[in-house]
């Protein structure tokens, strides 16, 4: 049994969890991900290795409450205990040999994300980070992205906080100021990812992606991951989930993406339910 030492609401539909699990942390990367069941009668999820602490033996996660189980997992409490909680899975983000690299962060992606920032700020890398979100509501691990990065660049769509704009409009920005970057790292919604890279191709920019967003059963069976990467069928969780974005075939991603779309709403319809007055 894995238990929850710390509990934090980082907005209204985002939470962070310290977990005792300390041969997880021992081996933990940034990009790798864990796979957790809430209950012992609860569906396997994957979630992505926020950060870690190896003497204490934490794992940190970060989720957004937009199903049935991340319903359930939010309903959780300090010194609750999971029922699984294994890892680390996938293959950790490559940062060696990296002078110089933008990280994008968009929404709750920034939680994927932060550790790379840390860990390549923390090998000598200069950093520029930045992260996107609708509006200032929805602003997550801005302090943990400041002491991550050489600079530290806030955007949201209404203007509401940092400026106002896109990511895109930011890098862009940049690129026209004359910064380069041996590589770019963007994590967050496929369409932004799709955009990003967009606009890095036309400046001739490596630029890699996490596609954790539409990982479901996260050991390569269920085949629900699979993607198109330069002509070749992958698969997120166990072929990345870093791939080259310039290669990926997001619109089929997209696609893929919607198919659970009504049956998890269904769910999390009953899931709410059922929790209605409880705590």
């Given at each position: 049994?894995?238990?929850?030492?710390?509990?934090?609401?980082?907005?209204?539909?985002?939470?962070?969890?310290?977990?005792?699990?300390?041969?997880?942390?021992?081996?933990?990367?940034?990009?790798?991900?864990?796979?957790?069941?809430?209950?012992?009668?609860?569906?396997?999820?994957?979630?992505?290795?926020?950060?870690?602490?190896?003497?204490?033996?934490?794992?940190?996660?970060?989720?957004?409450?937009?199903?049935?189980?991340?319903?359930?997992?939010?309903?959780?409490?300090?010194?609750?205990?999971?029922?699984?909680?294994?890892?680390?899975?996938?293959?950790?983000?490559?940062?060696e040999g990296l002078k110089k690299v933008a990280?994008?962060?968009?929404?709750?992606?920034?939680?994927?994300?932060?550790?790379?920032?840390?860990?390549?700020?923390?090998?000598?890398?200069?950093?520029?980070?930045?992260?996107?979100?609708?509006?200032?509501?929805?602003?997550?691990?801005?302090?943990?992205?400041?002491?991550?990065?050489d600079q530290l660049f806030v955007v949201t769509?209404?203007?509401?906080?940092?400026?106002?704009?896109?990511?895109?409009?930011?890098?862009?920005?940049?690129?026209?100021?004359?910064?380069?970057?041996?590589?770019?790292?963007?994590?967050?919604?496929?369409?932004?990812?799709?955009?990003?890279?967009?606009?890095?191709?036309?400046?001739?920019?490596?630029?890699?992606?996490?596609?954790?967003?539409?990982?479901?059963?996260?050991?390569?069976?269920?085949?629900?991951?699979?993607?198109?990467?330069?002509?070749?069928?992958?698969?997120?969780?166990?072929?990345?989930?870093?791939?080259?974005?310039?290669?990926?075939?997001?619109?089929?991603?997209?696609?893929?993406?919607?198919?659970?779309?009504?049956?998890?709403?269904?769910?999390?319809?009953?899931?709410?339910?059922?929790?209605?007055?409880?705590?």
């Amino acid at each position: 049994m894995f238990e929850i030492v710390k509990k934090q609401e980082l907005n209204e539909t985002v939470t962070l969890m310290e977990i005792q699990a300390p041969l997880i942390a021992k081996k933990a990367e940034p990009g790798q991900f864990i796979i957790l069941r809430v209950d012992e009668k609860g569906e396997r999820i994957p979630l992505t290795i926020a950060d870690f602490d190896r003497e204490k033996g934490l794992v940190t996660i970060i989720f957004q409450i937009v199903g049935a189980t991340t319903n359930k997992l939010n309903q959780l409490q300090v010194g609750d205990h999971l029922a699984d909680f294994v890892g680390p899975l996938g293959i950790p983000s490559h940062t060696e040999g990296l002078k110089k690299v933008a990280v994008i962060g968009g929404g709750v992606g920034c939680a994927i994300a932060y550790p790379i920032a840390k860990k390549l700020h923390q090998q000598g890398t200069t950093v520029h980070a930045i992260v996107g979100f609708r509006n200032k509501g929805l602003l997550i691990l801005e302090e943990a992205f400041q002491k991550a990065s050489d600079q530290l660049f806030v955007v949201t769509d209404d203007g509401s906080y940092g400026k106002k704009g896109l990511v895109t409009d930011q890098l862009k920005e940049l690129l026209d100021q004359g910064e380069t970057y041996d590589e770019v790292i963007a994590i967050g919604p496929l369409i932004m990812m799709k955009f990003v890279c967009k606009l890095t191709k036309e400046y001739g920019i490596k630029t890699m992606v996490s596609m954790n967003p539409i990982m479901i059963d996260g050991t390569g069976m269920c085949g629900c991951c699979r993607l198109t990467v330069g002509g070749e069928t992958k698969f997120a969780c166990v072929d990345g989930p870093d791939f080259d974005g310039h290669l990926v075939d997001f619109d089929e991603a997209m696609q893929r993406s919607t198919m659970y779309r009504d049956f998890e709403r269904q769910r999390n319809e009953e899931t709410c339910n059922l929790f209605k007055g409880v705590r």
